[in-house]
């Protein structure tokens, strides 16, 4: 597989196949003249996936969603200039949500650099720290030298893609012409050709792949005393567990050892809807979903502060549990697997260098047995939610946009893989999504908490994706990325678009700033007006507007062939601003109405 037709094919060729032994499966490919040896490698060499993307920034968060989707990197290639810049924003999410990215950027030799050379930009360090680990490829050079220099290089950036944690690798590939694979006549490619024996060149090439959950810096639980001086936790007494975002993301086993924790320790989970675990109801856990309006019940937010806390994973979303945590003075502990500060309340936090499962060890191996206290307050968590539950399915009869997105939980199939727009839909979910077991695959793009790139993103997912995919997205998101339609015909698997088109940014509604009515809608709700109806048919994309919940019951399971489909659900954020408002309000009060 490798070509010796000139040094840039050599150089291209030996890339790309050292990458496919090591375990690369899936590129994706930006036109452009710099980058035509990369293009012509992958392209030719026959095991790899290769997705074409005219647009850069969509290219790259549909390689985004399909590191997020198989834990495995995805080469993006592009040629120089601008077109690497475009990159930017989707490396930042990828870094930050511990997604692995292999970054391949075209570029001229360096002799034409800092001249006015068309097409030419510093892509030195292009994207800052955001990588863990980036250089530059040197020029190709026909000589063993050179092919055991290329050969270990890539191997280095496949290892970095997974370690110290998954992320962004970055290559700059400086090629001189001719760019194109055309023989150079060269009697060094000749007589290298001959001498090149790729079996004994590929010797010894061994897979690298992803570490489990905290296995290259946690320690046994049992360890933790003696190695570390800030207090353990304690586990007999009272405490909850928080379960946000998992940076890094999630397997079954990970999320059925939160699960086993929980269980053995009798302690109530909070878990934010950005994470599956409230599609993993064993019917024994005390899984909290309606956190957000327990806590502002005053008398309840007072008798329901714990001890400590376990959290795993990034904070929930909700602000009103920050609020709530920020005021408890009890220890919180923090199993941080991956060695980064995931409290921005700026805590007296203790981090405990271990994983879930080692956690889930210990405590099985302790034979725990809660105390009546420990079943009381998780008995309490459990019928606060009973007595919320009610009033909130009181509150959605009269609400259109929330409801449909409660009850979509009941509508998909079971392991549907399911990305949440951020902003308004973030909310929705959290507030309403409902515990159930069908094992749904949640995934956001909450690195970054942008709304750029969500279509590609789905589209990623769903590429080769063997279930079904669903985005979850408000009319905003969808239109900042719906360059994303462009990749249809290269997107192998089937998406469903579920569009919560209330004309404008739902999410400032719900803020402060609404209350500056002479700048609120053209400066920051800025409406649109786009009929999505005309808009899918230029793309020649399937779009139904759903009217009601059964209208929105009846399109599973999916009867159509089409690969993509929009399903509109037409709300009015000023209503459901004041209808959430209320919902929140009545809960100030709640144990007063209650009684």
């Known amino acids: 597989m490798v070509d010796f037709t000139n040094l840039n094919s050599l ?27 990369l293009t012509v490698a992958l392209a030719r060499h026959g095991g790899i996936d290769c997705v074409v993307s005219l647009d850069e920034r969509s290219a790259s968060f549909f390689a985004l969603g399909h590191g997020k989707c198989t834990g495995q990197p995805v080469a993006l290639v592009c040629t120089s200039g601008t077109a690497a810049a475009n990159f930017l924003p989707a490396i930042i999410e990828a870094h930050y949500s511990q997604v692995p990215l292999l970054v391949l950027t075209g570029d001229r030799p360096p002799r034409l650099r800092h001249c006015r050379a068309g097409q030419t930009i510093d892509q030195t360090k292009l994207y800052g720290h955001y990588p863990q680990w980036q250089t530059e490829l040197a020029l190709p050079e026909p000589n063993m030298d050179y092919c055991h220099y290329l050969r270990q290089t890539v191997i280095h950036s496949w ?26 006549g060269s ?18 090439l061994t897979t690298f792949a992803a570490m489990n959950q905290g296995e290259a810096i946690s320690l046994p639980f049992s360890s933790i005393t003696s190695a570390f001086s800030p207090p353990q936790p304690d586990f007999s007494r009272l405490g909850l567990i928080l379960v946000g975002v998992l940076p890094g993301g999630e397997t079954p086993a990970l999320l059925t050892d939160i699960l086993a924790i929980a269980r053995a320790l009798h302690y109530p989970v909070l878990c934010d809807a950005l994470c599956s675990l409230r599609n993993y109801d064993d019917g024994q856990t005390a899984l909290i979903t309606n956190y957000d309006f327990l806590i502002r019940c005053p008398s309840w937010a007072k008798q329901l502060v714990p001890k400590q806390i376990i959290q795993i994973g990034e904070l929930p979303t909700s602000k009103a549990l920050r609020n709530w945590l920020s005021t408890i003075d009890c220890p919180r502990y923090i199993l941080n697997f991956h060695g980064e500060n995931l409290d921005p309340l700026q805590g007296q936090t203790i981090y405990l260098p271990t994983s879930v499962a080692q956690v889930a060890d210990y405590v099985h191996s302790q034979g725990l047995t809660p105390d009546a206290e420990q079943k009381s307050y998780a008995h309490s968590w459990q019928e606060k939610q009973r007595q919320s539950q ?31 727009a951020n902003s308004l839909p973030v909310r929705w979910l959290e507030f309403f999504w409902p515990v159930n077991g069908d094992r749904h695959r949640m995934f956001v793009n909450r690195g970054a908490n942008g709304i750029d790139g969500t ?20 009319d905003l998101s969808l239109l900042h990325d719906s360059n994303g339609f462009l990749n249809q015909s290269q997107m192998q698997g089937n998406l469903t678009i579920i ?14 700033i609404a209350q500056c009515e002479d700048v609120f809608e053209t400066y920051f709700a800025t409406p649109q007006g786009v009929d999505f109806s005309q808009l899918c048919r230029t793309y020649g994309v399937e779009h139904q507007i759903i009217t009601n919940l059964w209208d929105l019951k009846e ?29 929140q309000a009545q809960f100030s009060c709640a144990d007063s109405l209650i009684q």
């Open 159 to 184: 290892q970095k893609c997974f370690w110290p944690g998954l992320g962004v690798v970055h290559l700059n590939c400086p090629f001189d012409e001719p760019l194109v694979p055309l023989e150079d």
């Open 187 to 204: 009697e060094c490619l000749e007589h290298l050709a001959r001498e090149f024996d790729e079996e004994h060149f590929y010797r010894g």
């Open 390 to 420: 009610t009033m909130i399915i009181s509150a959605l009869a009269d609400a259109h946009t929330p409801l449909m997105v409660a009850q979509l939980a009941h509508c998909l199939a079971p392991q549907t893989n399911l990305l949440v």
């Open 555 to 583: 399109q599973w399971p999916r009867n159509n062939s089409t690969s993509i489909r929009v399903l509109e659900i037409i709300g009015d954020r000023r209503q459901e601003a004041q209808w959430l408002k209320s919902l």
């Open 11 to 37: 150089a291209a060729s030996l890339l790309v196949e050292t990458w496919f032994r090591l375990g690369l499966r899936q590129a994706v490919i930006c036109p452009g003249s710099r980058s035509s040896p």
């Open 499 to 512: 569009l919560l088109n209330n004309n404008g940014g739902g999410i400032f509604q719900t803020l402060p």
């Open 455 to 474: 279509l590609s993103t789905a589209m990623g997912i769903a590429h080769r994706s063997p279930g079904e995919t669903v985005l979850l997205t408000g």
